[in-house]
């Protein structure tokens, strides 16, 4: 039962991440240097960057669940909490670190990190829900 309870949650946060990203797409773009289909504004990529993302979600889910099960996060706000942490000490920071040295933009980590806290706040309370 706990893989459903982590696709659940990866799918949640994979939700949350298209809306994000759709709310934010032309900072985005603007910033992250992703090239840009001249006739439809949109990124170029394929279906991959999708795929990858829907992966990485299951695989963050599932190690997060790990962790709540060796812990005291038993709640859902204390799932929710953990996963802000998660999102805005781990993933975020290891982010700014990727996009400081080839010199990208400060804005792409905000943009990136703040689907970091918010995708990871989701998982932590959808992982003590059930």
């Not at 799918?11 to 006739?39: C, H, N, T």
């Not at 905000?110 to 959808?126: E, K, L, M, S």
Request: charged share 10%; with cysteine; net charge positive.
């Amino acid at each position: 039962m706990e893989i459903v309870n982590v696709l659940v949650a990866a799918a949640a946060a994979w939700v949350f991440g298209a809306v994000w990203y759709m709310v934010l797409s032309k900072p985005w773009m603007r910033v992250s240097g992703v090239k840009i289909d001249e006739q439809t504004g949109r990124p170029m990529g394929g279906a991959l960057p999708f795929i990858l993302s829907a992966v990485a979600m299951i695989v963050v889910a599932g190690f997060m669940r790990h962790i709540f099960a060796m812990t005291t996060i038993d709640t859902i706000g204390k799932g929710f909490v953990a996963g802000l942490g998660i999102g805005l000490f781990f993933i975020t920071p290891w982010t700014m670190i990727n996009n400081a040295y080839p010199g990208r933009p400060f804005m792409l980590t905000v943009i990136d990190g703040g689907y970091a806290v918010g995708g990871c706040a989701i998982i932590g309370a959808i992982l003590m829900a059930f």
